[in-house]
């Protein structure tokens, strides 16, 4: 985790400088504590997925662009590379396969949920939409009231600026792929 803790730190200390925006004002944009942005950027905070989906959302920037380091043009994606962001107890993992860049509108994730995952997630930013691919197991989704169950092979498109959430009711792990798209 300490070379994520890294790589948001600077990240969301180069977003900030780049918009030319305070500790204050950064914290009132996103609704994330001044004292929280001071410990992420300094890394001495490891914040939750949902946290920085509220930092990202509210400086309008991908979610990756917090989360990644810059990419070369062509390179191979390989998982042990990759660290995951965990919540629910290790439960939910994210990786985060090809984050957002300059000029790209979409970000591409691999998920897994472990038996008896459940995962709420805050509202993107608007129009934002989650495009999810179900390789293995049964996933739960809701959005806002609404259920749907997604099987393996099947696959979901929503609109992600609405709360929703992820629950594997099943024994089985769950792997899905996520593509996030920003419309703007």
């Not at 950027?41 to 490891?46: F, L, V």
């Not at 608007?126 to 996933?139: D, M, P, S």
Request: net charge negative; proline share 4%.
């Amino acid at each position: 985790m300490k070379d994520l803790n890294s790589i948001v730190a600077n990240n969301l200390k180069r977003i900030r400088e780049e918009m030319k925006l305070s500790l204050e004002k950064t914290a009132d944009i996103t609704g994330v504590s001044k004292a929280m942005l001071r410990q992420i950027e300094t890394g001495e905070s490891s914040p939750t997925i949902n946290t920085v989906w509220k930092i990202a959302t509210g400086l309008k920037v991908p979610y990756t662009s917090i989360i990644n380091a810059p990419q070369p043009d062509t390179f191979v994606v390989s998982r042990s590379d990759i660290e995951p962001q965990i919540e629910d107890d290790g439960k939910y993992q994210v990786y985060s396969i090809f984050p957002s860049e300059e000029g790209r509108r979409f970000e591409i994730y691999t998920v897994e949920l472990e038996k008896g995952c459940s995962f709420s997630s805050n509202a993107h930013g608007e129009r934002t939409q989650e495009f999810i691919t179900v390789y293995e197991g049964e996933l739960t989704l809701y959005v806002e009231d609404e259920e749907y169950i997604v099987k393996a092979g099947d696959a979901i498109k929503f609109r992600a600026d609405r709360l929703h959430a992820y629950h594997n009711k099943s024994d089985a792990l769950i792997r899905i792929s996520m593509v996030i798209y920003y419309p703007v």
